[in-house]
């Protein structure tokens, strides 16, 4: 497992494939990765990489950051965030990551804050189905209706779907593939949606689940194959079976000449 990186999301477009075929892709910004802390008493074989990464002005630091960042002879950045990694990887506190970190092709996962949509119902924010139209429901149509049991336990239970706080959470998403690395710009594309608006920093690195990602793909082929199969074997049993009429209407056709 490598360490991540700090990206800044630009917005959303489209990229066009050599075949022809356009896929929605999200365009992240790549800004310099400064490597500002290591810490290896952890463990005999992992240890935490701190990273910090995203301009800021200097105003908006508090004194404790700003003597932080003046001790290791660097600007003020907006995010900082640890990753933990194996010993056995070569990075010194100093060194620089930037796009050149990702290949084409490969795949990463994203994490960041999805959008707040403030408090909204059970059928907005859980997709409830609601109460009946009508038949003895008044006022209360768009509502969760029980939410536990009467005497015995006599609560609700943690984690019941409720109305509440919709977004503004913690979202992962998985196996995205980047599609297109631009060096000169320290910008990268990558296939699909992103949590976050633009602006919004995020959290890219390489999946930890390809092996799943794998197993779909293979699924998905396996079963293309079979159809394939199927269909070629309908076809052969559909010429069979014309040969098997053709042939006793030759013999007919010859009979009735004699």
Partial sequence: MRVGLIAKK???TRFFRED?????????????????RINETISKNLKYIQIASGNIK??????????????L???PKKKIQEFKIPNDQNINVGDTLDV????????????????????????????????RASHGVSVSHRSHGSTGQCQDPGKTFKGKKMAGQMGNKKVTIHNLEVVKIDNEDGTILIKGAVPGSKGTLLIVRDAIKPKALLAKIKKEEITEDLSKKEKKAESKESETKETSQEKPNEQKAKEDKK
Avoid at 63 to 68: D, E, F, H, I, Q
Avoid at 106 to 126: C, E, L, T, W
């Fill in 10 to 12: 630009l917005g959303m």
């Fill in 20 to 36: 022809g075929s356009n896929i929605p892709v999200t365009l992240l910004g790549l800004e310099k990765n400064y490597v500002t």
């Fill in 58 to 71: 200097i105003k908006k630091v508090k004194k404790p950051l700003r003597s932080y960042f003046s001790k």
């Fill in 73 to 75: 002879k660097i600007e």
């Fill in 100 to 131: 050149s970190f990702f290949k084409v092709g490969q795949y990463v996962d994203v994490i960041g804050k999805s959008n707040g949509k403030g408090f909204a119902g059970p059928m907005k924010r859980h997709n409830f189905s609601g109460l």
